[in-house]
């Protein structure tokens, strides 16, 4: 009886699909082999959800959006701490922030997670060849490349890159910056200049272009490899200084650009909840401290998008080789910022905030055979639901660690738009305060954002808190949790069942 069952299924996996008339013997071929899927993953940095695919019309985005158009968009998508390391640690370890005690640029996470298997090396142990160029991992600030991720040696390119000695007065050349901008000193050591920058150059002047260069020649190499890729690519646009090439910037005219229609704190936030020009102002022209200029603000914005624009010319050079090489219906796409940005809301600028623009990030997965065309969803998804989806995605197991594995697979919602596997986001962001570390520990439902403010482990009673309704007041420009305590004893309760590890220590 088995031996006739085994005979039936490979019979049927030899049928021709052009149609043969009779039954074709189950010894006369081999089954054909399974193709394991390629994986692509396009890391941006600061890249907040604001481009056409997201509503925003008037961003000339038109690789992000066929990108979309390919695969399925999520709106209700967010990091687990808004600043660049961490969220790259919980993004490719599965675990967040709060589980692993990592808060920090500097704090390297193989100090806490020793044997942690990372997304690339998880892939390598499963046959895939892994590899790195760009920002992948956060390098700098003490941090360093993990090279357990990867089959052959990261690649990495600047982040702070200039082409004109006028940004830099003069005082760095580009091969200086370079390696000035690898050291694993402080964030005082990194080369810092104008805010901004238009050249008359080629793309690849600026590291975005090198970056797609590199990603592009891995691409044609791998096409000749019998083993699949798992390539990322760190593209590092729009993060500042916002430097472009010029007609990035011609893209827009500075006069039609939207400005921040609320540029307060929100009433009854606690003092310390936000931030206002800290990292931007370490750039020039920009001062200490507020306010900004009009006139600034509003070039600050156009470089931004510029930037973006840029970005997205490089991710629309690698699609177009992924499409020539043939390799499309065979490649898994994921697109994910690192966290949102604020720009000038709130009079806070870049990222560091438990509030909706720093924390609300894009994610975009096209994957063949599963993901339809041009959909999207609504669904509250995290960062870390990204590991045990690819590997569902790809046929593996699910990781089980040894770190903490805090997501879930989205495989379910990228077959049913209209499915959820969570009713809330968790994140989080630390503050010091009067000598204190307090952590910011946050859930985002679909409606409402509670954030509490304590040390870890300190009881509930001693911490304070701001709740949020994005029904009512979606700009997040009044603290209702003085006014709503059975809300917000609902929402601490679901809160209270995650950790919050306390800070590791550099």
């Not at 675990?95 to 020793?114: E, K, M, N, Q, V």
């Not at 050349?173 to 901008?181: D, L, P, Q, V």
């Not at 006069?255 to 990292?279: D, F, H, Q, R």
């Not at 009881?459 to 007041?473: G, K, R, V």
Request: include cysteine; charge should be neutral; hydrophobic fraction near 40%.
């Amino acid at each position: 009886m088995m031996k006739l069952m085994c005979t039936r299924r490979i019979k049927a996996s030899l049928l021709l699909a052009a149609g043969l008339a009779g039954l074709v013997s189950a010894q006369s071929q081999p089954a054909p082999a399974i193709r394991r899927p390629n994986i692509l993953l396009l890391l941006v940095d600061d890249l907040k959800p604001s481009f056409n695919a997201y509503g925003e019309a008037w961003v000339h985005s038109p690789n992000l959006d066929r990108l979309a158009a390919r695969g399925m968009r999520f709106d209700m998508a967010y990091c687990n701490q808004a600043v660049c390391a961490p969220s790259r640690n919980n993004l490719l370890t599965g675990a967040r922030s709060t589980s692993t005690g990592i808060y920090s640029l500097g704090y390297h996470f193989r100090r806490a997670l020793p044997d942690a298997v990372t997304l690339p090396q998880y892939f390598m142990q499963h046959g895939w060849r892994a590899e790195g160029i760009g920002k992948v991992f956060h390098i700098g600030h003490g941090n360093v490349n993990d090279e357990l991720s990867w089959s052959v040696p990261f690649l990495p390119d600047k982040v702070i890159d200039y082409v004109l000695p006028e940004s830099t007065g003069g005082e760095l050349t580009r091969e200086e910056a370079y390696f000035s901008n690898q050291k694993l000193g402080q964030n005082r050591s990194l080369p810092r200049g104008a805010a901004w920058e238009k050249a008359d150059v080629p793309d690849d002047a600026y590291a975005d272009g090198r970056i797609a260069n590199e990603g592009i020649r891995r691409l044609e190499q791998a096409r000749e490899r019998d083993q699949p890729f798992f390539l990322a690519l760190g593209f590092t646009k729009p993060h500042l200084p916002f430097c472009a090439p010029r007609k990035y910037w011609d893209l827009y005219d500075p006069a039609k650009l939207p400005l921040p229609s609320v540029t307060v704190p929100p009433v009854g936030a606690p003092s310390y909840a936000g931030k206002t020009l800290g990292e931007l102002n370490q750039y020039k022209p920009v001062p200490d401290r507020p306010p900004l200029e009009a006139e600034l603000v509003r070039t600050l914005i156009h470089g931004y998008y510029a930037a973006l624009s840029f970005m997205d010319a490089q991710i629309g050079r690698v699609l177009d080789t992924l499409d020539a090489l043939g390799l499309t219906e065979d490649t898994i796409i994921i697109l994910w910022g690192d966290h949102g940005y604020h720009l000038g809301d709130h009079g806070a600028w870049t990222k560091h905030t438990n509030y909706e623009q720093a924390n609300r990030i894009p994610i975009i997965i096209v994957a063949p055979g599963v993901t339809r065309p041009n959909t999207s969803s609504r669904a509250l998804v995290e960062t870390v639901d990204l590991y045990p989806t690819l590997a569902e995605l790809a046929g593996l197991p699910a990781p089980v660690g040894p770190q903490p594995m805090d997501g879930k697979s989205l495989a379910p919602i990228l077959k049913d738009p209209t499915a959820s596997v969570k009713d809330h986001a968790y994140h989080v962001f630390p503050r010091g305060f009067r000598g204190k570390r307090l952590l910011g520990r946050a859930i985002r439902t679909s409606r409402y954002r509670l954030v509490e403010w304590k040390e870890a482990g300190a009881p509930t009673a001693t911490a304070e808190y701001e709740l949020y309704d994005y029904f009512e007041d979606p700009l997040e420009t009044v603290n209702l949790a003085a006014d709503q305590p059975a809300l917000l004893a609902r929402l601490a309760a679901v809160l209270a069942q995650h950790p919050e590890a306390v800070p590791s220590r550099d």
